[in-house]
């Protein structure tokens, strides 16, 4: 069993960041500059902010945060989306979901500059995406597909089973891996709450992604000897053998799956941080201007 360190690829591809971005100021030219925005203080958003604001410095992007109250009104939001898209110096931005209930979160993607939208959430760029046409990535399925490529792992002809069919991770990556392209060629099922007999979808996965926010949810009475097995779900449960009362743990209840499985992304330390990393790649992109449409 083979543990698909996503940390320490994410090191390695943060290092190849960097060079980049050195090349890019010995050319005499700005570092590229990504902005966040974050309403309200959910734990969870926090926490993943810090972590963008963190690798920002590690590569070498400037960075900005803009924090606003959870009471921020869409009108103040929509401004802010609308002062970044202007900014010169804003190669891309994102806006950290989810948002107070008040706030049409659609109205708030749907505002936000294609071209700035390192998050890939915006209809065009997911449109785009679905065609095959150049276009900002989603962060986590392209963190997944780089963990798998870096690591060796073949799609073509593998059966992919995601369980999850969500805008931001299920769907977008059962489209990458059916499509005609580098880590794709898969066949690709889509499970979700209507499955009917889920046990015996994920069995007949090679590769079996979980996106759901369940913690533990894939035992191993549900996966095949020799599975690739990608745990998307960073879900905190209590712990009160822990310091802090609590500890993250994935949708795959990792203990029972592991050993049945060729390989398998912990939690921590597996997609979380080329969820990150692919962020990173994105605003790369964004500043040398390379998704042109
Ligand atoms: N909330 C959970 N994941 C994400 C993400 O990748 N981007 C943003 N903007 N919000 C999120």
Do not use: W
């Not at 905190?236 to 799956?257: A, E």
Request: charged share 25%; glycine share 8%; net charge neutral.
């Amino acid at each position: 069993m083979v543990v698909l360190d996503g940390k320490a690829l994410s090191t390695t591809i943060k290092n190849e960041i960097r060079i980049e971005v050195d090349q890019i100021i010995a050319k005499g030219d700005r570092p590229p500059h990504l902005a966040a925005v974050l309403v309200g203080n959910n734990p969870a958003s926090e926490a993943y902010v810090g972590n963008k604001v963190r690798s920002c410095e590690q590569v070498g992007f400037s960075s900005t945060l803009i924090r606003r109250p959870e009471t921020t009104t869409e009108e103040e939001l929509l401004k802010i989306v609308s002062d970044l898209n202007e900014d010169a110096d804003i190669d891309g931005f994102i806006v950290q979901l989810p948002l107070p209930s008040h706030i049409n979160e659609e109205k708030v993607t749907l505002a936000i500059n294609p071209h700035k939208d390192v998050d890939g959430f915006h209809p065009l760029n997911f449109g785009r995406m679905a065609q095959g046409l150049p276009a900002y990535l989603p962060a986590t399925p392209q963190g997944v597909l780089l963990l798998l490529e870096r690591n060796g792992i073949e799609t073509s002809g593998q059966h992919v089973v995601i369980v999850g069919r969500s805008n931001i991770v299920g769907t977008p990556l059962g489209i990458l891996m059916s499509r005609k392209d580098k880590m794709g060629n898969a066949t690709v099922t889509i499970t979700h709450s209507r499955t009917k007999d889920l046990a015996a979808e994920t069995k007949r996965a090679d590769i079996l992604v979980a996106a759901i926010g369940i913690p533990n949810f894939i035992t191993a009475d549900m996966v095949k000897e020799g599975v690739v097995v990608i745990d998307v779900g960073i879900n905190r449960i209590d712990d009160p053998t822990r310091k802090s009362g609590s500890r993250l743990v994935g949708d795959v209840d990792y203990d029972q799956v592991a050993p049945k499985s060729k390989a398998i992304t912990p939690v921590p330390g597996g997609v979380g941080p080329m969820t990150v990393t692919a962020l990173m790649l994105n605003t790369l992109k964004a500043r040398k201007k390379e998704i042109r449409y």
